[in-house]
């Protein structure tokens, strides 16, 4: 009886741990989707600036997007770093300087990733959004081919379709997340999936070595905001197909 007594306040902690984690994190996770919200307005925004002409406003612009873009990494390190302290924490009789492991933690990630706000995939498409203005369908000074191909359709989903049913992301009722790989699927076949596969049920995507857990299978806050990005950016494209046929008939 005593040893599950003592066990008490450890669990107790760890549970008030764990909410105080969870809370923060979609706090966390919550500012981080405003942010993106924002990044697409201030792209719609700087696209009417520079058919107006406005140089320095587009300018100025730019300038904020970095700035946003900065904070956003800063808050992508902090939840995840938050997670891994919430995963880990083991309790003890020493006090635990939780300010100082989160710290440490956000100074590895930061190292280990060494991403500058320029090279972020939103920064590019808003670069990529104001040249088109007036260069549409040109390179922009610096690349090849194959970096407007890529950059002119990525966006932060790494599958268009659920490898379980076989539908567009765009188009899945409940879509769902994998914290660790990051791939998208439909929420009640890959929970089957999970289930029936065990013990080591392998993310469904080929060649995709995760394997995955149900508590790790989430529809996270930028999920909605990614899979609309997406669909914007199919519209986009089916639209300026359209263009250019219709160009193409003029021309004959």
């Not at 320029?118 to 040109?138: C, M, T």
């Not at 049920?201 to 790790?216: E, S, T």
């Not at 990614?226 to 914007?232: G, Y």
Request: some cysteine.
């Amino acid at each position: 009886m005593a040893s599950t007594s003592s066990s008490r306040p450890s669990n107790s902690a760890a549970a008030r741990i764990s909410l105080a984690v969870s809370t923060i994190s979609s706090d966390n996770e919550s500012l981080m989707t405003d942010i993106r919200k924002s990044l697409n307005i201030f792209k719609s925004i700087a696209i009417d600036l520079e058919k107006e002409g406005q140089a320095d406003k587009v300018k100025k612009l730019d300038e904020m997007v970095l700035e946003l873009l900065g904070t956003f990494q800063d808050l992508a390190h902090f939840s995840v770093a938050l997670k891994s302290m919430g995963n880990n924490y083991q309790p003890s009789d020493q006090p635990t300087d939780f300010r100082k492991i989160l710290e440490d933690e956000v100074v590895k990630l930061k190292a280990s990733s060494q991403s500058a706000p320029e090279s972020d995939p939103l920064y590019r498409q808003f670069k990529e959004a104001i040249w088109n203005v007036h260069h549409a369908g040109e390179l922009m000074p610096g690349e090849e081919q194959e970096d407007l191909v890529m950059t002119s359709t990525q966006v932060n989903v790494l599958n268009v379709t659920c490898p379980l049913t076989g539908k567009p992301v765009v188009d899945l009722v409940n879509p769902v997340r994998c914290v660790e790989c990051k791939h998208i699927y439909e929420r009640d076949p890959v929970m089957h999936y999970i289930k029936t596969k065990k013990p080591q049920p392998r993310c469904p995507v080929a060649g995709c070595p995760k394997i995955l857990q149900a508590g790790k299978v989430t529809c996270d806050p930028l999920l909605r905001v990614d899979l609309e990005e997406l669909r914007s950016a199919e519209t986009a494209a089916v639209r300026n197909n359209v263009i250019e046929d219709f160009t193409a008939l003029d021309d004959d």
